[in-house]
């Protein structure tokens, strides 16, 4: 959710807690700029109206069209809200394609609505990106790698597919296919139960496969997390919880909810940029935000690979790996999870990070902002100890990954091509 340099992007809401706030199946970000006016690659100037996308040698489409026209205005003119969100209503028009059934969410970027497309007659998502100039830039790249990704990933099995955009009222609109909840609302709604490990394995090697895909094309997500992945569908069983928590809700205590299928897609590029030289601004959500992105040493690839390793243990766990919200803080909690930083990267921090470094190590827990903070540190166990706490079996194999995929030095970190051969996924026994 994320993309210019902190000094020109609003970042702060990368650092928030999960737990704390609620969460959209669709989280939005940033984006090369591209022509405003072009639509699925067609130019077409200042859109207010389909009738003017309808191809002029299609006068059967066109006579429909116009009749859907006549029975379906547009709404009356209103202005945006103080923060530039398109302001609706329920049931009305968004051009005379589009009926608004539902709001699925709303963030900084703007809001998704649930909407009917008249033409292809389907449910879609469309993202009402603000009036503001910053994010209606943000939403051309977002445009830009969609059809990039669009182009390469022909059975649109790995990321979210973009329908179609256009520029109404001076917000760009983003068509999207509609999918089921996103991993964290679909933990969320279960009071944060663990996945069982068989379906952790399926998404994970989805996940893998997706990521795989996008660095072959040399472009690099960098806000991996799980409000950013989708479930596929909406469909869920109910089995028996022997792991009861007392401490949760009394509400369905002792059943959990299962998905009926493992089918994830990836969503949310509008932080996505291609690999290029000295990358060393914030990216990530806080929580799965890689040590070399804390460090200011620079990032690429493999700064994705360490967010799936941080979202797998939440899947088998239910809750954030590190749940912080301060630097310090949280390579303190690293290290107690994953053991000592390596000198040589607490060396090469920047002149943002050094402030966290003292005589070669970290400055923990003497720079600890209160006790609380060390309290919150202390009680973390060994990732060992914490997946085996979760998972019944395949763990020792799990850990064997979760190792490769947290590896603090970045040239060291398995890719995610390595990890989808890892035997995690490939032994002759695991269920396909």
Known sequence: METERVTEFPFTHLDRRPRKRARLGWDVPQAPKAQVGMFCGQELGN???FASLMAPSDHTTISLFDKEVARNGSPPWREDDKDGHYMFSLGENLTSRYKIQSKMGEGTFGQVLECWDREK???VA???VRGVKKYREAAMIEIEVLQQLGKHDK???RCVQLRNWFDYRNH???VFEKLGPSLYDFLKKNNYRSFPIDLVREIGRQLLECVAFMHDLRLIHTDL???NILLVSHDYIKVPDYNKNSSRSPKDTYFKRIPKSSAIKVIDFGSTTYERQDQNYIVSTRHYRAPEVILGMGWTYPCDVWSIGCILVELCTGEALFQTHENLEHLAM?????GPLPQHMLKRADRHAEKYVRRGRLDWPEGAASRESIRAVQKLPRLQNLVMQHVDH???DLIHLLQGLLRYDPSDRLSAREALRHSFFTKDNLRR
Do not use: D, F, Q
């Open 126 to 128: 469309i993202k009402i």
């Open 394 to 396: 395949s763990a020792g």
């Open 155 to 157: 059975g649109g099995n």
């Open 47 to 49: 859109v207010t109206s």
């Open 172 to 174: 760009i609109c983003i």
């Open 121 to 123: 007659k389907e449910m």
């Open 225 to 227: 997390k799980p409000e």
């Open 334 to 338: 690293m290290e107690r999870v994953l």
